[in-house]
């Protein structure tokens, strides 16, 4: 039975030798796979994406602010605001949101204030723990400068925001009525052949702009230059993964919106899950193209616990050395040792 359970092993060993040699891919996978678990990627996954809710949190309050400047250069929009909350929600509950929106009107410069200092601490936090992951993944971590790291840090994860940004104005331009109107204008086509074009070009232009995102994230956030054509086929994959479940999460959000306690709590869940599995997407990427043979030449030593040399060990042993011939002073000691305890012993016999 014993030597039965160890053949059906050695052949399962193999087996997935010979698998592995023979197809590349599937080498790769397990490759990347090592590498994100080796790496801590899931660790870095869950960090990022816990940090990364955290943020929106003041840009939220960002947003109100800006909101709140907007509303009170218009005091009839605000007007008109408080009589649809009160329409809609009678009696105390209308009072108390609309003394609550005119309040958060009149304290707009202090929320800008505190959502801009608390979004800058947690977008250098989020930007730090990102670049770390990124790092690591190819290899180890380096050492940074307390202050510049931070400044450097900041400048990045505002123009990150900058970019995507853009690319959320280009999906709507490319679904909004500008691509409409220009689709309406290409008569020379069939209807039902301009609507695929609005559909699959908009899809299109997403997934370009995320992929160029997806390169710059790739080879420019680690701490260590990265060519972005080592980085350009992961970058492209993850980009198709994205447009996926930009998809997903579209049709997830409307289905929750079918019952109030959906609504009420599927929105946040949403968020806390494509946050975990955007971080976790991206992270997998970056390890595809870290362990990619190619790209061997693009590793990282680690600085902060750079690995250690270990040593042959020196084994010491006693040294016998055997004397053919006997000395003439071993004999005449011996002799005389020999000589004193027979004196010895003789001393005794007469007492």
């Avoid at 559909?199 to 997934?207: D, H, M, P």
């Amino acid at each position: 039975m014993g030597d039965s359970i160890k053949k059906l092993i050695a052949r399962l060993k193999a087996v997935y030798a010979e698998l592995t040699e023979r197809w590349g891919w599937l080498a790769h996978l397990l490759a990347m796979l090592e590498r994100y678990n080796q790496r801590r990627g899931n660790l870095y996954a869950s960090s990022i994406a816990f940090i990364g809710i955290l943020s929106l949190v003041p840009i939220l309050m960002v947003a109100f602010a800006i909101a709140g400047f907007v509303l009170a250069s218009r005091p009839d929009l605000v007007q008109t605001i408080i009589d649809s909350v009160v329409e809609h929600i009678p009696g105390d509950l209308g009072d108390t949101l609309s003394d609550v929106i005119r309040s958060a009107i009149d304290s707009r410069a202090t929320v800008g204030v505190i959502g801009l200092v608390s979004a800058a601490l947690t977008g250098i936090g989020w930007m730090s723990l990102f670049r770390t992951a990124l790092t690591e993944i190819w290899g180890g971590r380096a050492k940074r400068n307390a202050i510049l790291s931070k400044v450097f840090d900041l400048l990045i994860f505002v123009g990150l925001g900058a970019v995507f940004l853009l690319i959320v104005a280009l999906s709507v331009v490319a679904n909004g009525p500008i691509a409409q109107w220009l689709i309406d204008n290409l008569t020379f086509l069939p209807g039902s052949l301009r609507g695929g074009l609005l559909s699959w070009g908009s899809r299109a232009v997403s997934l370009l702009a995320i992929w160029a995102l997806l390169c710059y994230v790739y080879s420019r956030l680690p701490l260590h230059r990265v060519p972005v054509r080592a980085v350009a086929a992961p970058a492209a994959v993850v980009a198709l993964v994205f447009v996926l479940l930009f998809t997903l999460g579209t049709s997830y959000l409307q289905s929750m919106f079918a019952s109030p306690a959906a609504a009420a709590f599927g929105p946040v869940l949403g968020v806390m899950v494509f946050a975990y599995l955007a971080s976790r997407i991206v992270l997998y990427g970056a390890a595809w193209a870290a362990s990619n043979p190619a790209n061997e030449a693009y590793q990282m030593v680690d600085e902060v616990e750079p690995p250690v040399e270990v040593e042959e060990p020196v084994l010491l042993s006693p040294v016998y050395e055997n004397s053919p011939t006997a000395r003439p002073r071993q004999l005449l000691a011996a002799i005389g040792l020999g000589a004193a305890v027979a004196g010895l012993v003789e001393l005794f016999r007469r007492n």
